[in-house]
């Protein structure tokens, strides 16, 4: 199957920073979302983004489909931020999740 | 907003117990999913399905079993519950259809314990 990679693995930030977080694949896909999994284990669909660029308020994605990659910008992060960023790709019947971005805002 | 019901959210359960989870959705998704993730990990899909009646195993061994009698009704049953099946449940689905047709949107999960 596709391989997904992410990094980094882990971040720390201070409320109001700046990150971006990477996700790498090693095939085409034709379906490409982020989630942030809250403490509370729930999947919060944040974008479906197989190519272009998304903004949602604070949040944006860009997929370069050719070169295989997908950037998640969080720009004045909050505490209520952190969490598990997964990046998610489909080339067939299911999703493939890569490992996780492991984001901890602090105050 | 996708409308995606699991129960139960948690459940802790003793050793050879049979027990279901239960996956619902109403917004007539055709396909559904279930996956597994153990804490701190990524998820693994266990089963899928197509439609009624259809049901496949996924990338990720499992001891569970599906059955998609009702389109809106994709339940998991363990027959024996092991320490091993300690670990979360989550259920995705996603439209036939439409604009953002891949797209899956996923339920709360359940977070099991086998003790």
Same mark, same amino acid.
């Given at each position: 199957g596709i391989q997904v990679e992410q990094s980094p693995p882990d971040l720390i930030l201070q409320e109001g920073a700046n990150s971006t977080l990477r996700c790498n694949f090693s095939d085409s896909v034709n379906n490409l979302q982020w989630f942030h999994q809250n403490p509370w284990g729930q999947l919060i669909n944040l974008f479906y983004i197989p190519s272009g660029t998304k903004q949602n308020g604070r949040l944006s994605a860009t997929t370069v489909a050719t070169e295989r990659y997908s950037l998640l910008y969080i720009s004045s992060?909050?505490?209520?931020?952190?969490?598990?960023?997964?990046?998610?790709?489909n080339s067939g019947y299911a999703l493939n999740f890569g490992k996780g971005t492991s984001l901890l805002v602090t105050p | 907003e996708a409308d995606i019901y699991q129960t139960p959210r948690y459940l802790v359960i003793g050793t050879g117990k049979k027990i279901t989870l239960e996956c619902s959705q109403t917004?007539?998704?055709?396909?559904?999913?279930?996956?597994?993730?153990?804490?701190?990990?990524?998820?693994?899909?266990?089963?899928?399905?197509?439609?009624?009646?259809? &049901? !496949?195993?996924?990338? #990720?061994?499992? /001891? =569970?079993?599906?059955?998609?009698?009702? &389109? !809106?009704?994709?339940? #998991?049953?363990? /027959? =024996?519950?092991?320490?091993?099946?300690?670990s979360q449940y989550l259920c995705a689905s996603r439209p036939p259809f439409g604009t953002g047709f891949n797209e899956q949107y996923f339920g709360p999960g359940t977070r099991l314990t086998v003790t």
């Open positions: 992060s909050q505490t209520t931020d952190s969490g598990v960023y997964f990046c998610a790709v | 917004m007539g998704h055709d396909k559904m999913y279930w996956y597994q993730q153990d804490p701190g990990m990524e998820l693994h899909l266990i089963h899928y399905s197509y439609g009624v009646n259809s &049901t !496949e195993k996924g990338d #990720l061994s499992s /001891e =569970s079993t599906v059955s998609r009698i009702r &389109t !809106e009704h994709f339940p #998991l049953t363990l /027959e =024996s519950a092991r320490p091993s099946h300690t």
